[in-house]
């Protein structure tokens, strides 16, 4: 039984029961699928790879993890690929009983009856829920006669999320180990990339070489935009020239047993900085490096977004973006037009992780940071080419600056400063004869 699972285990309350869903297969279109991706909560409780499995969660149980999972079919094996089956979720991946999958639905009233409370998420399996709220509901309607099914249920995503943001020792090197992949890969667009090349020749070296690293695959769509392509905050079309004096913006990540990692550096295409991009370039740089030193126990979520907004506020009117007074601009959110997105987000088995960002039902008391915590800190400005109110030189400039951070007790650890992000250096960087 894994680490994590044990310690829902110690979470759950007395006389409960977790029924906890992988992820199916997801139709890409007709008869073909997506590569498959297990569940993030799914994963972190049980490790187990497959599609179509559920875990069931008894503490009061003799055996209390119970894996429903597809049988050994010799077959559909031959068509599909191997499968672990009964005798392989007990001895492959720590389950204390497995079950095949089609017996569930005959053993759901035996396993949630004599339960006060269940911990299931709705809305993630159709299929299941309708078993779930048809039993229920059958058993209500007799006046609780034969069986005492759960009268509470709970998202169990309240324990498994609070779990989630806080990483162990092993997590944080899986962590490690998928941000270098992804900083390597980043060094390797800013060697390769000049004038002429195509986005989707830079998506592919980099994707080609996370894959070679020993990545599973991207974390996320990853975003190429040259020239003012980069003004969109989530432009993944990625099939445009890059031109001779523009900047290129790329965020990029890898994943490594199923830990993301998410970078984001914006470079000129033809290896040197104009002095317009460069002011630009400069104010976000001085945001993000203070928002990185921002991040650490003592300090909150959203008072680093606050922090932001002010720093970068600031940072246009220097730029001759915004005029009048700071706190006036806040207050009207006038910032937006260049900076409508948050200072960053919790990071782990989703790029956009598990987590509340507040302490109360309310949100108005943001959560403080605290040891373990994994966040990305990407400021940015974005300015539109046909912003007529901006200075022209301005006009088509999208910069953002993306680190990985994690929160230790004395301060934090940069785990993506493994690539660069002056400007100095980056020059230096394209330089090389590597980008020939």
């Known amino acids: 039984m894994r680490a994590q699972l044990k310690r829902f285990i110690e979470a759950m309350d007395e006389n409960s029961i977790a029924i906890i869903p992988a992820a199916h297969e997801a139709v890409r279109s007709y008869d073909t699928e997506y590569k498959f991706r297990q569940d993030s909560d799914f994963w972190y409780l049980t490790g187990f790879p497959e599609p179509d499995a559920i875990a069931v969660i008894d503490p009061s149980a003799k055996k209390p993890y119970t894996l429903y999972v597809?049988?050994?079919?010799?077959?559909?094996?031959t068509w599909f690929g191997r499968r672990q089956g009964v005798e392989g979720a007990v001895k492959n991946y720590g389950a204390d009983k497995a079950v095949s999958i089609d017996k569930f639905e005959a053993d759901l009233g035996k396993l949630l009856d004599g339960h006060d409370k269940l911990y299931y998420r709705f809305a993630l399996d159709s299929a299941l829920d309708?078993?779930?709220?048809?039993?229920?509901?059958n058993q209500r309607q007799r006046r609780l006669k034969t069986a005492y099914p759960p009268h509470t249920i709970v998202d169990p995503t309240v324990i498994i999320g609070e779990m989630r943001l806080h990483k162990n020792a092993k997590e944080i090197e899986q962590m490690q180990i998928a941000a270098d992949i992804a900083a390597e890969a980043h060094i390797l667009a800013m060697k390769k990339v000049k004038p002429g090349m195509n986005e989707?020749?830079?998506?592919?070296?980099?994707?080609?070489?996370?894959?070679?690293?020993?990545a599973s695959g991207v974390a996320y769509n990853s975003i190429i935009g040259g020239g003012d392509n980069a003004?969109?905050?989530h432009y993944v079309e990625n099939n445009m020239p890059l031109k001779d004096g523009d900047l290129i913006l790329i965020d990029a990540g890898a994943?490594?047993?199923?830990?993301?990692?998410?970078?984001?550096?914006?470079?000129?295409v033809n290896g040197k900085f104009s002095p317009a991009q460069r002011e630009v370039y400069d104010v976000v740089l001085d945001v993000q490096l203070q928002c990185i030193e921002y991040t650490k126990t003592g300090n909150t979520v959203k008072g680093r977004q606050d922090?932001?907004?002010e720093l970068l506020t600031e940072g246009m009117k220097k730029l001759g973006l915004l005029k009048g007074k700071t706190k006036d601009l806040i207050k009207k959110k006038s910032y937006m037009k260049y900076y409508m997105h948050g200072v960053g987000h919790y990071l782990g088995l989703?790029?956009?992780?598990a987590g509340r960002y507040f302490t109360d039902q309310q949100a108005k008391n943001s959560k403080p940071f605290a040891p373990g915590m994994v966040l990305t800190v990407e400021p940015g400005l974005y300015i539109p080419p046909d912003d007529k109110t901006a200075p022209a030189k301005y006009r088509g400039i999208g910069i953002r600056i993306e680190d990985d951070v994690v929160v230790t007790k004395d301060g934090n650890l940069n785990l993506t400063s493994k690539v660069t992000k002056d400007p100095d250096?980056?020059?230096?960087?394209?330089?090389?004869?590597?980008r020939k």
Do not use: C, N, W
Request: hydrophobic residues 35%; charged residues 30%; proline residues 6%.
């Open 70 to 77: 597809r049988p050994r079919d010799p077959l559909m094996e």
């Open 130 to 137: 309708q078993k779930i709220l048809h039993y229920l509901s």
């Open 200 to 214: 989707g020749q830079v998506e592919s070296l980099m994707e080609a070489y996370m894959r070679d690293k020993g």
């Open 231 to 233: 003004t969109i905050l």
């Open 255 to 268: 994943e490594f047993e199923g830990y993301a990692s998410d970078i984001t550096r914006t470079f000129p």
């Open 307 to 309: 922090f932001s907004i």
């Open 350 to 353: 989703d790029v956009h992780d």
């Open 425 to 434: 250096e980056i020059e230096a960087l394209m330089q090389k004869p590597a």
